[in-house]
Structure formats: C-alpha cells, structure tokens
C-alpha cells in the first residue's frame, strides 16, 4: 500500500472560510472534494500541496436547482451518483446523467463530485504510475522531468482530459463559476480548458469551482453521450463523445459534438455550422461523424490503440446520437 504523504488537512466551513485557507497558502494548498483522484495522485507523489482543504463540510455548494431564469445550477459538491439520478438533470439534461452515470463504479461515484470532476487532473500512462516507476523512466515534462514520452521531442504535455462530465456540459453551453478570495467569476465551460496538460485549467490555485450553469435549452433539443472504455464496471474513457442537436420539424438548427480523451482539453467539432438548416438524416450523421475522425486523433497517452480508437470514432459518434434518441429514421 503507498502512504500518503504529510499534509495539514483543513476542514472549513463554509466557502469564504475556504478561500481564505488557499490564499494563505499560495501554491502550496489543494482543495479536495470526494479525494478520489487527489489522493491516489497525492500517492503518486504527483503534488508538493503540504494543505489540503476538505470541501465537504461546504453545505452551499451542494445540489441541483432551477435558477428564475430557467438554468440550471448544478453545485460543485454534488456527488456524481446525485447528478446522475436528479430528476431534472435527467429530464433537462439526460446526456449530464448518462455521463455521470458511466463515471468510474458505484463507490466511486457516491464520492466524487461534480466540481472534483470538472477540475480532474489529465491523466496519461506514464504519470499515473508511482514515484518509483516515474523515477525509473526519468520522469517526463508533467511533473519532474524534461521530456514526453508521448510525443517524441514535444515540449508540451499531451496527457488527456479524462472527465466524462466536461464533454456533456460543454456541448449543452455550460458556464462555470469560480470563486476566490478576491471576488467571483463566471466564464464559458469551453473556455476553462487549455491544451496543456501540465494544468489543463485556467482555474488559479486560490480558486474554488463554485457552480456549473446550464443555460435554459430549447424544447426538443436532444443531448446524449457514449463512451469507449474497456471495463464498463469502472475504467476511465479511452474516448467520450457527446452530443446535442436542434432539429424542429427535421431540420438541423443547432449541432455540437464534443470529444474528449483524446488530449489536454476536449475538443469541439468544427465546421458542424455547414449541417445547419439540412434536414437530419442519415447522411448527416454520416458527415457529422466523419468530420470527428478527421479532427481528432487519439495518442498512446492512453494505454488503448490510438488506432483503433480512432477508427470506432464515427460508431461513438452515432452511439450518442442514439443515447440522444436521435438516430435518423427512428422514434425516440
Ligand atoms: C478507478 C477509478 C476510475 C475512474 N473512472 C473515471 C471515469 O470513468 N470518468 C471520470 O470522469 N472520472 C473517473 N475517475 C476519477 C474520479 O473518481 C472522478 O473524476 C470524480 O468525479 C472526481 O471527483 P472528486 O470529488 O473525488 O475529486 P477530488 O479527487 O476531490 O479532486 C480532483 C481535483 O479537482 C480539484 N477540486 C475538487 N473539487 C474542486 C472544486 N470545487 N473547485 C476547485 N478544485 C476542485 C482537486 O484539487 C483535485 O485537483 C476514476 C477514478 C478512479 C479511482
Ligand atoms: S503526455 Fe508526455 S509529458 Fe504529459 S504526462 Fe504523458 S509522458 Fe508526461
């Protein structure tokens, strides 16, 4: 069993309390919501943070509600396994709860959180590994060291976003609201991620993920996700795709399509505007799912064939439009 390493844990109370704790300790201090990607990477020895400050006593940030403009509040401190069985998340926003619904196993998703979620770190085969196995290879950019070994010569990291529920909120136009000691902000969820895996996020180290927003959606808008993972019961995605389309009265007003795993940050299909005013068909989702492929391409960040994974792309593309009860020619 790996130990822990030596850490002040802070239980605060509520969330200014909170924010006040990581500005005292600049750089040096973590927050930790369900733990279940903290700790086994605190293991790992893939952090320095000598405090971490235990979210869960923030009764605030905790549950779902309908905000007067019609959105939908999702607080940073609801588990995953809430998310995934809320009924307004499930009526509003199904492609959200089938994502929640396939994060990791049951235990897991019970602990973790929405926030824990949104804020994962990348992860990659060669640095969720154990000091020791790091050492061994001589460590690589992530964390200790001057080289990928995902990329030969890159001088960026590679390692990939490997949270289910960033592509399902990104395709439905989730904002996200971070606080901090200073004050608050709210930005696009699309706009939290950088292509850098070192630190993914544009999330500064005294901030806390308050809320994801999900804005009111059209009537008949249709959500849904699928993922490609070699355990159903538990893994991490080797791919994530999720998709919302607008098609009233058959023809196509609004189309994206969200990959993740594949890199640092999920990547949006581009070029999807074209499909916009084509009546939906088998034809587009054929052209829908070639554009993915043509755009995305899987590393060895991934202990699964980027190949392969490359090539099942379109087959995940039409599984969530499936999932979304949107395959043309049949009734949802
Ligand atoms: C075996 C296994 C399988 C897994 N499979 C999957 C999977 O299939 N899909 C998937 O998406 N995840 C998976 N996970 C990862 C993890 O369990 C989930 O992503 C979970 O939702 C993380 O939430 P948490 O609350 O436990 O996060 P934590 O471990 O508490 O935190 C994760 C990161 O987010 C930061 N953080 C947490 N909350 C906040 C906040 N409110 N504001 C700012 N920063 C915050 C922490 O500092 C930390 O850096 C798996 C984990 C394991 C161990
Ligand atoms: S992608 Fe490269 S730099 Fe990033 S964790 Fe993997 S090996 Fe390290």
Redesign the pocket.
């Known amino acids: 069993m790996l130990p822990l390493p030596p850490f002040e844990y802070h239980a605060p109370r509520t969330l200014p309390e909170a924010l006040r704790i990581l500005r005292d300790h600049p750089g040096d201090a ?11 990477n605190l293991k790992h020895g893939l952090y320095g943070a000598r405090h971490v400050v235990g ?1 869960r006593g923030l009764e605030e ?1 905790r549950g779902v509600r309908e905000r007067p403009d019609g959105s939908l509040a999702l607080g ?2 609801t588990s ?1 396994a809430e998310i995934s069985r809320h009924p307004l998340v499930r009526a509003r926003l199904p492609s959200l709860a089938a994502a929640a619904s ?4 049951p235990q ?1 998703r019970e ?3 929405l ?3 949104l ?3 990348t992860r990659c085969v060669y640095i969720n590994q154990t000091h020791f196995w790091r050492q061994a290879l001589g460590y690589c950019l992530k964390k200790d060291g001057t080289v990928c070994h995902v990329v030969q010569g890159g001088q960026r990291c590679v390692a990939a976003a ?4 960033a592509p399902a909120l990104w395709s439905l136009g989730a904002r996200v609201r971070l606080a901090s000691a200073a004050g608050e902000r709210e930005l696009p969820l699309r706009e939290l991620y950088v292509a850098d895996g070192v630190r993914n996020s544009v ?1 500064r180290e005294d ?3 308050v809320e994801a927003i999900v804005p009111p959606l059209p009537e008949g808008l249709r959500a849904g996700f699928s993922k490609l ?1 070699m355990r159903a019961a ?4 080797a791919l994530s795709v999720a998709v919302a389309l607008f098609a009233p009265a058959g023809k196509v007003e609004r189309l994206s399509l969200v990959v993740s795993a594949l890199a640092a940050r999920p990547h949006e299909v581009r070029g999807l505007e074209r499909l916009t005013g084509r009546p939906w068909g088998p034809e587009l989702l054929r052209e829908a799912g070639e554009l993915a492929q043509r755009q995305c391409h899987p590393l060895t960040n991934i202990n699964v064939d980027p190949e392969w994974r490359r090539a099942v792309l379109p087959a995940y593309v039409r599984k969530a439009f499936e999932s979304a009860g949107a395959l043309p020619g049949k009734s949802p």
């Open positions: 973590m927050p930790m919501a369900g733990g279940t990607d903290l700790l086994p979210l940030l940073a401190l995953i396939q994060v990791a196993g897991l602990m973790g959180t926030g824990g979620n804020c994962l770190d490997s949270n289910d529920t999330r901030e806390i993920l993972r538990i893994d991490f995605p």
